[in-house]
């Protein structure tokens, strides 16, 4: 079986991917300008370019192809639109993530980790800091498209967990909201 690392590529991640009931392995690594992602033990090359901003432009395998992403944080899911085509995904534990008990249910504190791997290239708020529901806390950037994860609620900022610059997995704790 071919992996990420066939294409000379650093594995940045791997994780599960839900689509319409049905769980796919898939592993991600750099590969020069573009990524080497693998699919249940199919590899393929694509390059990702950020058109807008929830648009990107693909390159798989030398087809083209056009998708908009649009997160769902009511229910941890995210709709990726291909061509046209919408089709609604579970990265890894995001049903997980979205539960109130993580997100912070009544009184419970809202726990924001990154959806999938990437770079932190702003944090918003500092420890202390009282935010308003809605309010973008910190901006991630996973495969050329930047994703501003907001407060669910009300609440104080009660720890920051990463820097600007740091590179994080999928998963990874970004920041706590108390209410």
């Not at 650093?10 to 699919?39: H, N, P």
């Not at 995210?78 to 997100?103: A, Y």
């Amino acid at each position: 079986m071919e992996g990420p690392g066939a294409r000379g590529g650093l594995t940045l991640a791997q994780y599960d991917i839900e689509i319409g009931g049905r769980v796919r392995r898939v592993a991600v690594a750099r590969a020069g300008s573009g990524f080497a992602v693998t699919v249940d033990g199919r590899s393929l090359h694509v390059d990702a370019v950020r058109v807008g901003e929830h648009l990107l432009s693909l390159l798989v395998d030398g087809a083209s192809f056009e998708a908009a992403v649009a997160a769902n944080v009511a229910d941890g899911t995210t709709t990726v639109t291909v061509d046209g085509t919408p089709v609604t995904l579970s990265i890894d534990g995001r049903r997980r993530w979205s539960r109130k008990d993580d997100h912070g249910g009544a009184g419970g504190p809202q726990r924001l980790s990154a959806p999938m791997p990437g770079k932190v290239v702003r944090v918003l708020v500092a420890k202390g800091e009282a935010v308003r529901a809605r309010q973008p806390l910190v901006v991630v950037e996973a495969m050329k498209m930047e994703n501003e994860l907001r407060a669910v609620r009300d609440g104080v900022v009660a720890d920051v967990q990463v820097r600007e610059g740091q590179s994080v997995d999928a998963g990874t704790l970004l920041v706590v909201v108390q209410s």
